[in-house]
Nanobody, 115 residues
Framework: QVQLVESGGGLVQAGGSLRLSCAAS????????MGWYRQAPGKQRELVAK???????VYADSVKGRATISTDNAKNTVYLQMNSLKPEDTAVYYC?????????WGQGTQVTVSS
């Protein structure tokens, strides 16, 4: 078991930046991957980015070039840096920890991008 707590969401103007953080209650080193998903109103939850334990990162096409996922194993924290934000990035962002898939989820943090 692990608890994941996201922070860093908020209201930002289009073109702005945010850094989301996800603090885990125990070491993230043993998970196969850590990730960020998002869910916009009326839409399905979708993968934004994930990073494997060996450091390989995967991004959704919609955020490639604008997002960077990273981890700090010493702090048991995962980050998502989002730049050049667009109104369509508005969603609740969830942190995940994966053993076989996204097995653990945080409560989410709201990101709202105004035009």
């Amino acid at each position: 078991q692990v608890q994941l707590v996201e922070s860093g969401g908020g209201l930002v103007q289009a073109g702005g930046s945010l850094r989301l953080s996800c603090a885990a209650s125990r070491s993230i080193f043993r998970f196969n991957a850590m990730g960020w998903y998002r869910q916009a109103p009326g839409k399905q939850r979708e993968l934004v980015a994930k990073i494997t334990s060996d450091g390989r990162a995967v991004y959704a096409d919609s955020v490639k070039g604008r997002a960077t996922i990273s981890t700090d194993n010493a702090k048991n924290t995962v980050y998502l840096q989002m730049n050049s934000l667009k109104p369509e990035d508005t969603a609740v962002y969830y942190c995940t920890a994966s053993v076989t898939g996204p097995d653990y989820w945080g409560q989410g943090t709201q990101v709202t991008v105004s035009s």
